[in-house]
């Protein structure tokens, strides 16, 4: 992610001065990347950062280490912003208490590659929080980018990114357990995900045109009693407990969404009674 940030910042207009690295350093693809080339600094050799904004990219579980050893090194006036989605802007309060503006801006989009992930802000929606001037530079940033900023309590950060989690790590999640339940049908893995690939991109096309109860398709969209029957009755057969466990789950909010989008009442009920059956081991 910061390599993308780095890459997409420059692209954008903003000088990226320098680079600190901790460990290894950042690969030449991404320096390549940055014009003009920017500095490249180790964590430990830093004396001062002078740059107007500074970004932080840790993961969670080192930030606020690495945000209290830092902080005395960013010149006073400037801003500071992390880039955790789940970690608030109070993992800075040691910067924040030296006269800096501190804040967090998240991209609410998923980077497997930096410089491929350059390209993916555009459009992306980011969640900003912190002080007046850090959320400003924030905004900035995201304009710059292309991106939509909107604004959430820092209290509710955890709260926001389990969200994220479970549309896209756990959308990877699930499209893996649909890729084994498929290859128990005699498919090669790599087959697998190929044909369910584009039934995937037609359902994420969906929910970008209609609400969601409107996008849910297949037997629980239509409240079929016999097709959930014959996929629990299937599972059994073939020994995939964990998968059935996934699809009971989400078969049951699946037909939350049924309801809200007018489904036939006396039908939805009879699939939740069976799907509670099975989840409490019945067969």
């Known amino acids: 992610m910061g390599g993308a940030l780095a890459i997409a910042i420059s692209r954008a207009g903003f000088e990226v001065e320098s680079l600190v690295y901790r460990t290894a350093r950042p690969a030449q693809k991404i320096v390549a990347a940055i014009e003009p080339p920017p500095e490249i600094i180790q964590f430990e050799r830093i004396n001062s950062l002078n740059s107007e904004i500074v970004l932080l990219t840790a993961v969670d579980t080192e930030l606020p280490g690495i945000a209290d050893q830092i902080a005395p090194k960013i010149k006073s006036g400037s801003v500071l912003l992390h880039a ?11 910067a924040a208490s030296g006269g800096i503006a501190t804040g967090s801006i998240h991209p609410l989009v998923s980077v497997s590659d930096p410089v491929v992930g350059a390209d993916n802000f555009s459009g992306a929606y980011f969640c900003l929080e912190g002080d007046e001037s850090a959320t400003a530079a ?10 939509n900023a909107f604004f959430i309590d820092k209290a509710f950060k955890p709260l926001y990114h389990a969200s994220a989690v479970l549309a896209s790590g ?10 084994k339940t498929l290859t128990a049908c005699g498919i090669a893995p790599f087959e697998a995900r190929n044909i369910l690939l584009p039934l995937i991109k037609s359902s994420v096309a969906n929910l970008a045109e209609q609400l969601i109860p409107a996008a849910l398709t297949g037997p629980f969209a239509r409240s079929d009693v016999d097709a959930v029957t014959r996929h629990l009755d299937a599972f059994d057969k ?14 049951l909010e699946a037909l939350r969404v049924a309801e809200a989008g007018g489904g036939n009442p006396q039908n939805i009920e009879m699939i939740r009674k069976i799907m509670m059956f099975a989840r409490n081991g019945h067969k």
């Open 84 to 94: 955790s989605g789940a970690l608030s802007s109070d993992v800075l309060r040691s």
């Open 138 to 147: 924030a905004r900035n940033i995201t304009a710059a980018l292309g991106g």
């Open 170 to 179: 756990h959308l990877v999640a699930l499209i893996s357990t649909a890729v």
């Open 238 to 251: 073939v020994g995939l407990e964990a998968e059935k466990d996934i699809y009971i789950e989400l078969g």
